[in-house]
């Protein structure tokens, strides 16, 4: 019933732009937070920038901070992911994920997308 998917994830340029969109059904998300991870090959997988349901408070890692924008939509109920500025070490696997508020990330009241392949050349 619960669905996560994934869109825009395409081959791009180093220095280019991308904006990942995650389409969430299946339930009222109110009180969750929303998140990004991303896999490349040989890593783990990691993640990239979450949100609170209501917009109110946000999360960077580190590496993508000031280039990556995580906002949310909950009238259409999508979680998008706008990344700019890539660099090749930005390629990978990206996974839509929600859970509760209480929660953690790898538990069984998490929510995860099929995920969709960012490529970005040099």
């Known amino acids: 019933q619960v669905q996560l998917v994934e869109s825009g994830g395409r081959l791009v340029q180093a220095g280019g732009s991308l904006r990942l969109s995650c389409a969430a059904s299946?339930?009222?998300?109110?009180?969750?937070?929303m998140g990004w991870f991303r896999q490349a090959p040989g890593k783990e997988r990691e993640l990239v920038a979450a949100i609170s349901w209501s917009g109110d408070s946000t999360y960077y890692a580190g590496s993508v901070k000031g280039r990556f924008t995580i906002a949310s939509d909950n009238a259409k109920n999508t979680v998008s992911l706008q990344m700019n500025s890539l660099k090749p070490e930005d390629t990978a696997v990206y996974y839509c994920?929600?859970?509760?508020?209480?929660?953690?990330?790898?538990?069984?009241?998490?929510?995860w997308g099929q995920g969709t392949q960012v490529t970005v050349s040099s």
């Open positions: 994920a929600a859970r509760p508020g209480y929660s953690t990330w790898y538990s069984g009241d998490s929510y």
């Open positions: 299946g339930r009222t998300f109110s009180g969750y937070r």
